[in-house]
């Protein structure tokens, strides 16, 4: 099972039942989701839960609930995934990734908690090369990257091969330690 994990506002810790209702209007509200290429139902947004939740309770890492110590409050995730996506040169890779409810965007919080996610990952579980990426349209998550200190790789963009040719979400960046 993973372990919480604690930076100087944030917890980071395992999905509970109360995160739902929010997970689920966090994934429906467009402006939240603006840079994917589509809000998500309360049925994936049920599925993601139980599958984050899952994860994490029987691994090391995973996409922790990120939760506000001050106000203790539920902001969405931080965390690290396992991305293995058909035709993209760099997979099976460890991603670190962030989705977090616009109310707390422009606060430095994804940069604290992936911050802390990266050391965890690096000093705990001895992972040596992490990624992460977005699509290029995504300006706030890129420099989220750069304040981390990951790397541009270039020579590893791609067209995400789920979303569909035309959608400006599709082209994405890649960074990685």
């Known amino acids: 099972m993973a372990q919480e994990l604690n930076s100087t506002r944030l917890k980071l810790r395992n999905w ?23 809000t998500h139902t309360k049925e994936e947004s049920e599925v993601s839960f139980e599958r984050f939740k899952s994860f994490l309770e029987l691994h090391e890492f995973g996409l922790w609930a990120a939760e506000e110590k001050e106000t203790e409050k539920f902001m969405g995730f931080i965390g690290l995934s396992e991305q293995n996506l058909e035709g993209i040169s760099f997979t099976p890779c460890i991603e670190i990734g ?22 965890f990952a690096q000093e705990n579980l001895k992972i040596g090369q992490i990624y992460s990426y977005t699509a290029r349209i995504n300006a ?38």
Do not use: C
Not at 98 to 119: C, I, N, P, S
């Open 16 to 38: 509970q039942v109360d995160d739902l209702p929010l997970w689920i209007a966090m994934n429906s509200d467009p402006i939240t989701l603006k840079y994917f290429p589509r």
């Open 98 to 119: 962030w989705r977090l409810d616009k109310a707390f965007w422009g606060r430095g919080y994804a940069t604290e908690g992936a911050r802390e996610v990266l050391r």
């Open 140 to 177: 706030p998550s890129i420099n989220v990257m750069k304040k981390i200190e990951l790397k541009e790789r270039p020579e590893l963009d791609f067209d995400h091969p789920k979303i569909d040719a035309g959608e400006p979400t599709r082209n994405h960046v890649v960074f990685s330690t």
